[in-house]
């Protein structure tokens, strides 16, 4: 059976990733450009007099290609939105799918293939927050809002289009082969009701675009903020938590009946987690005092010569932030 080491299986979870994200990419470059735009002849808005059947139809293919050219660049821009949508949805739901099963797999398949001591709750919520994050990149970019509100006013200006068709159709019906003054005013009345009303779904839409654009900076720099103040709370909560613990103590030992030592003399010698901290040799004196020592656990030995013999004693001394640890050692005498 083949044995797993945590690192090879965060090896193969990347590899994963990774292969996801490739075919993402290649997705999106292949559906870089959309559907091509309708071509349109460009036409000019003239009136000619003599010719009302010539300026009718002239009329009626400009307000058509003005249409159809706001239709083929909703649908032509569309296309990337819809993949990059689409992509982002996609890679949400895997992330948020493996998030889920990497736990449970990893637990069933522990004995089988004898893997080690894997954290796989940091993997699971590595791959959530990354599948969290894409969809904030949708909201923030409006991919899937603006693929719908293409869709949607393209649609909504191919429905005016037809209506308009008809009512224009209706209108040439009722006029005949020579249109009357007033029947000419409501061929390019509706016209202009027309053209009009197409400009203003585009610039409904344009409007709308500026609000969610507008909207999604403001929640962008309220939720950084949000963010920056809970980060610098936190950055000073720790300073300050972690302020006192750096500051040194001081340590006052006495030893009561040093004068019974030759020479009335000790030495101290203190060591702490990495050696030798100080040694000293005091001499006419019952203490011994060491100034900013770092907080931590000390082992400090006092020795000295007694009738003739050498005599040590050992303490534990533990040296806390900005106090000072007194402590009574007495020599064996």
């Not at 003239?46 to 307000?63: F, I, N, Q, R």
């Amino acid at each position: 059976m083949v044995k797993l080491e945590p690192l090879e299986l965060y090896a193969i979870i990347a590899l994963i990733i990774s292969g996801l994200f490739v075919i993402l990419r290649i997705l999106f470059l292949r559906s870089i450009g959309g559907n091509a735009p309708r071509n349109a002849t460009p036409t000019s808005l003239t009136w000619k007099g003599a010719d009302t059947d010539s300026s009718l139809e002239g009329l009626l293919k400009y307000v058509e290609a003005e249409a159809d050219k706001a239709m083929a660049w909703y649908w032509q821009n569309k296309s990337p939105k819809a993949k990059l949508s689409q992509m982002i949805q996609f890679s949400a739901v895997v992330l948020t799918a493996l998030g889920a099963l990497i736990p449970v797999a990893t637990n069933l398949l522990r004995g089988p293939l004898k893997l080690g001591d894997v954290d796989t709750g940091l993997w699971a919520s590595l791959l959530v927050g990354l599948a969290a994050a894409l969809i904030g990149v949708d909201r923030a970019f409006g991919y899937s809002s603006g693929w719908a509100r293409y869709v949607l006013t393209a649609t909504t200006i191919r429905k005016s289009l037809e209506e308009f068709r008809m009512d224009w159709t209706a209108l040439s019906a009722k006029s005949g082969a020579s249109p009357s003054p007033d029947q000419l005013a409501a061929f390019i009345a509706r016209a202009k009701d027309f053209i009009v009303g197409v400009q203003a779904m585009v610039l409904q839409e344009t409007k709308d675009w500026v609000t969610e654009f507008q909207n999604s900076v403001a929640q962008l720099d309220k939720e950084i903020g949000a963010r920056l103040d809970a980060l610098k709370s936190q950055i000073e909560k720790a300073a300050q938590t972690q302020a006192p613990t750096a500051q040194p103590g001081s340590i006052e030992l006495t030893v009561p009946n040093a004068e019974k030592t030759e020479g009335f003399a000790f030495d101290v010698l203190m060591e702490g987690s990495e050696g030798k901290v100080t040694e000293e040799k005091i001499t006419g004196t019952k203490k011994w005092v060491q100034i900013n020592v770092p907080p931590g656990q000390y082992k400090v030995s006092i020795g000295a010569t007694v009738a003739g013999k050498r005599t040590t004693t050992v303490t534990a001394i533990i040296v806390k932030p900005q106090e000072i640890t007194r402590s009574e050692v007495s020599l064996s005498v």
